[in-house]
């Protein structure tokens, strides 16, 4: 089983659709969790942290967070094509080193 | 957010060639810098970690000797690709971050690396 898995592109969705994409994550002692875009050929922005369970709204965005479930979530709502890109999910599973796990990424694509 | 300089953007060289390139964090003390390769349609691949002071931590089938990392001071982590070859060609990014935080990471804007 892969340390941070996210649900299987591509996803495409209709202008001022909500788009949701799902991460789950392996470790249970994890504590961070973040969201990145990534627009091709550029290097990932942060878009969402979430840290504790519940839900975290920015705007169009609001992150999920599930610990007992294992599970992070990422809504947009109000889609628009400028969204369309990779967005990643990383875990940051020992805050000791910093370091991130990231899924392998799910692309969208919102059409007009 | 905080800023990450990465520089350069785009090189392109001859096989053979050492490549260096910059990565700095300009509003805050980065004591890790993460390293890190993207193939096209691929996602990240961390290659190491470096710690400010310390030697770099290298992922599993990463060579160190080929891609060495100096961290030299809380601003500036730099990555040299050495005796480049076509295979080494790829989308290289940087990010900073603080050793015991749960703080994300930020990313610099990457350098894309093509070797002739």
């Known amino acids: 089983q892969k340390e941070v898995e996210q649900n299987s592109g591509p996803l495409s969705v209709p202008e001022g659709a909500i788009a949701s994409l799902n991460c789950t994550y392996s470790?249970?002692?994890?504590?961070?969790f973040f969201w990145y875009r990534q627009y091709s050929g550029k290097s990932p922005e942060l878009i969402m942290s979430i840290y504790s369970n519940g839900d975290k709204e920015d705007g169009r965005f609001t992150a999920q967070l599930n610990k007992a479930s294992q599970y992070v979530s990422l809504l947009i709502r109000d889609s628009q094509p400028s969204d369309s890109a990779t967005y990643l999910c990383a875990v940051n599973i020992n805050a000791s080193y910093g370091k991130l796990t990231f899924g392998q990424g799910t692309i969208l694509t919102v059409h007009p | 957010g905080a800023v990450v300089s990465q520089h350069p953007s785009w090189v392109i060289c001859k096989s053979g060639t050492s490549v260096k390139i910059e990565c700095r964090s300009l509003?805050?003390?980065?004591?890790?810098m993460f390293w890190y390769r993207q193939f096209p349609k691929q996602s990240l691949m961390l290659m190491a970690t470096s710690n400010e002071g310390s030697k770099a931590t290298y992922e599993q089938g990463v060579e160190k000797d080929k891609f060495l990392i100096n961290h030299a001071s809380l601003t500036l982590s730099t990555l040299t690709v050495t005796s480049a070859h076509p295979e080494d060609s790829s989308f290289y990014i940087c990010?900073?971050?603080?050793?015991?935080?749960?703080?994300?990471?930020?990313f610099g804007d990457g350098t894309r690396l093509s070797i002739l």
């Open positions: 990010s900073a971050g603080k050793r015991g935080s749960n703080q994300p990471q930020h």
């Open positions: 470790d249970r002692g994890s504590q961070s």
């Open positions: 509003d805050f003390q980065a004591t890790t």
